[in-house]
């Protein structure tokens, strides 16, 4: 499982024109599943995602967690995260979960993240979406299941 973490100020996700979802200050969560993850490695990435203290506190020093700052969260599920590029210039996504396993994963993060943080916003699984943000920073973690 693979999280790119970006700390923003402002995120927003748009389908077909739409926004669908909006945040303010917390993280925007790109979320990359393969067939090999389980909810156990979802909960794991999730305790990491949740407990990364990378928000400034009264002294300026990245001490303080999503919930300390009352943080949002905005997820995004993407594939593309597991792209393999050894070979040639066409990335291969062979190592991305299949749709219905990817899908049943990013549902229980979404659900899992919901338990613990006031205002989660997602995307649409699989749908063509738009991504804005002000990466605050910027800041950006990638937080990999195999390297926790």
Same mark, same amino acid.
């Given at each position: 499982?693979?999280?790119?973490?970006?700390r923003?100020?402002?995120?927003d996700?748009t389908? +077909?024109?739409? #926004?669908?979802g %909006?945040?303010? @200050?917390g993280?925007?969560?790109?979320?990359?599943? !393969? $067939?090999?993850? +389980?909810t156990? #490695?979802?909960? %794991?990435?999730? @305790?990491?995602?949740?407990?990364l203290r990378?928000? !400034? $506190?009264?002294?300026g020093k990245t001490?303080?967690?999503?919930?300390?700052?009352?943080?949002?969260?905005?997820?995004?599920?993407?594939?593309?995260?597991?792209?393999?590029?050894?070979?040639?210039?066409?990335?291969?996504?062979?190592?991305?979960?299949?749709?219905?396993?990817?899908?049943?994963?990013?549902?229980?993060?979404?659900?899992?993240?919901?338990?613990?943080?006031?205002?989660?916003?997602?995307?649409?699984f699989?749908?063509?979406?738009?991504?804005?943000?002000?990466?605050?920073?910027?800041?950006?973690?990638?937080?990999?299941?195999?390297?926790?």
């Amino acid at each position: 499982m693979r999280f790119i973490i970006q700390r923003v100020s402002e995120a927003d996700v748009t389908v +077909d024109g739409n #926004v669908i979802g %909006k945040i303010g @200050k917390g993280f925007m969560v790109l979320i990359g599943v !393969s $067939d090999a993850d +389980d909810t156990a #490695v979802a909960d %794991k990435v999730v @305790k990491k995602m949740l407990g990364l203290r990378i928000f !400034s $506190d009264s002294e300026g020093k990245t001490n303080l967690s999503l919930k300390d700052v009352g943080g949002e969260l905005l997820l995004i599920s993407q594939f593309t995260l597991y792209a393999n590029c050894k070979k040639g210039n066409r990335p291969s996504f062979i190592e991305a979960g299949g749709p219905e396993h990817a899908e049943k994963l990013y549902d229980y993060i979404v659900d899992k993240c919901r338990a613990e943080v006031e205002r989660v916003e997602t995307g649409n699984f699989g749908a063509h979406m738009d991504v804005r943000l002000t990466n605050d920073g910027p800041f950006t973690i990638i937080l990999d299941s195999d390297k926790l």
